[in-house]
């Protein structure tokens, strides 16, 4: 009796490739084409309690600033499958952000903008933040969402890391960014958009990608990965209720619902004021330090 042959994952690739054309074609056909969704992109909001804001600067021995905040990416940084831009991750993301004590505490005010277009790759990206003027005050915090749009692409991992890296260098050097957030690529996997098994080889790229993210991240300071980890988010956020995975995801079954903006923003919002309260208590200590 012939033992089977056990098919590598680039010899099942090869046989299913015309499966893939197929499906992938298929797929672009008939998505529904959403389009980003109208809104402000940029604004300025006053922040806080003033009796949180006194305590701090007792603390940290400095006047409280405007915290500066940019979110860059792709469709799902632009928003794609709300409606409105305040049924998006920037709208979402800002009221979440007023909610987080450290934030009130220490910051006046919050200037945020939203640098994000559909289809963009993170050669898209890089270009456009050379493009973009040099900020009148650096930039804290900076949100990247990017990935899918690479995967996509078949873009190779060491473009993919090349890039990346030029992104850190340039949102460092020119915006003055203080902290820097990727966001994971989402579980791709799991698109309702795309079929099998058009869906298990996209989704194989994207956990690539997302494993060399993860990578570069880890290399620099100020530099943080977060795992978008939309099941966790839903039993995290959701008070309990089951929450179909369906509704996770757009009309067109590709982009986040608002639902998951929602999530999303949550998760952010979070780590950000995490990080920000080590870096105050890190001040703290070193006044203290002094003495």
């Known amino acids: ?14 046989l299913l ?12 056909r008939d998505t529904v084409r959403l389009p980003e969704p109208d809104g402000e992109r940029h604004g300025h909001i006053q922040l806080g309690d003033s009796q949180l804001r006194d305590s701090a ?33 920037a709208g979402k993301l800002i009221p979440a952000l007023q909610q987080q004590p450290v934030i009130n505490a220490h910051f006046d005010a919050l200037n945020w903008e939203l640098q994000a277009t559909t289809g963009h790759t993170s050669f898209d990206i890089l270009r456009r ?13 900076m949100v990247l969402s990017v990935g899918v749009n ?23 050097r020119k915006f003055g960014v203080q902290t820097l957030i990727f966001s994971s690529l989402p579980p791709m996997a799991q698109m309702p958009a795309l ?27 100020d530099v943080h990965y977060m795992a978008a980890n939309f099941t966790l988010m839903t039993e995290k956020h959701a008070n309990g209720t089951p929450i179909d995975s369906a509704t996770m995801f757009a009309s067109d079954g590709f982009h986040p619902s608002s639902l998951t903006y929602g999530f999303w923003a949550q998760q952010l919002a979070e780590l950000m004021g995490q990080l920000l309260g080590s870096s105050f208590d890190n001040v703290v200590i070193n006044n203290k330090n002094d003495y």
């Open 150 to 172: 690479d995967t996509t692409s078949n873009v190779s991992t060491a473009k993919w890391q090349h890039q990346l890296e030029q992104i850190i260098t340039i949102a460092q």
């Open 195 to 221: 079929p099998s098994p058009l869906n298990n080889f996209i989704g194989a790229k994207a956990t690539k990608l997302d494993q060399v993210l993860q990578d570069v991240c880890a290399k620099y300071n």
């Open 1 to 14: 009796m012939v033992a089977p042959i056990k098919m590598s994952g680039i010899a099942k690739d090869v």
């Open 57 to 89: 600067k007792m603390a940290v021995s400095k006047i409280t600033r405007t915290l500066s905040l940019m979110i860059v990416g792709d469709s799902a940084a632009a928003g794609v499958g709300s409606l409105t831009q305040q049924e998006a991750l």
């Open 129 to 141: 933040l050379y493009i973009l003027p040099t900020p009148s005050q650096p930039v804290d915090i």
């Open 17 to 28: 490739a015309p499966i893939y054309l197929y499906q992938g074609h298929k797929v672009k």
